[in-house]
């Protein structure tokens, strides 16, 4: 019996994300299920601090493109690494906590599968963006648990 039809795998590309990807994979086999994979550039907004009211500055635009171009390429890398085929892939920008959610509710995603934590939640039992989708999904959440090797 298939339980999902859709699912979501959130990766951050950190040496771990191999794991979750192997999870995901084999769940949207034994589901017949489609696989979408997420991963979210977070671009750094450059400002000029010097004066009252910060100021953004026009050189970010470059940095940003070159974060994203960057981003696509190891996004690719990382399908092709681990395998994947996916028949939707997601590169966004923003923060990962709002992203994930968005793109699970927008394509009608009934299984959500990320990492316990990745680069941000190392010391945590349980990472922000991990916490925060679990706590914001409308579906099932599966949190792979992550091994620090
Ligand atoms: P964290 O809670 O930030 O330590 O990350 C936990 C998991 O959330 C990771 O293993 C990924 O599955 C997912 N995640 C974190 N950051 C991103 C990102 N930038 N893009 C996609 N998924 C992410």
Redesign the pocket.
């Known amino acids: 019996m298939n339980i999902y039809q859709h699912i979501l795998?959130?990766?951050?590309?950190?040496a771990?994300?191999k794991q979750?990807a192997v999870k995901a994979k084999q769940l949207a086999e034994m589901n017949q299920a489609k696989l979408t994979i997420?991963?979210?550039?977070?671009l750094m907004p450059m400002v000029d601090v010097n004066y009252d009211a910060m100021q953004s500055l026009d050189y970010d635009v470059e940095i940003n493109q070159i974060l994203l171009s960057n981003a696509e390429k190891n996004l690719a890398a990382f399908i092709s690494e681990a395998k994947l085929n996916p028949q939707q892939q997601f590169l966004?920008q923003g923060d990962?906590r709002d992203?994930?959610i968005r793109i699970a509710e927008e394509n009608q995603v009934d299984l959500i599968?990320?990492?316990?934590?990745?680069?941000?939640?190392?010391a945590?039992l349980?990472?922000?963006?991990?916490?925060?989708?679990l706590h914001h999904a409308k579906c099932d959440v599966l949190?792979?648990r992550?091994s620090d090797e």
Do not use: C, F, K
């Not at 997420?38 to 977070?42: G, I, N, Y």
């Open positions: 795998l959130a990766v951050d590309l950190s771990a994300s979750v997420v991963h979210v550039a977070e966004e990962p992203e994930i599968v990320i990492g316990s934590h990745g680069r941000h939640g190392l945590l349980l990472g922000s963006t991990a916490n925060s989708v949190a792979v992550l």
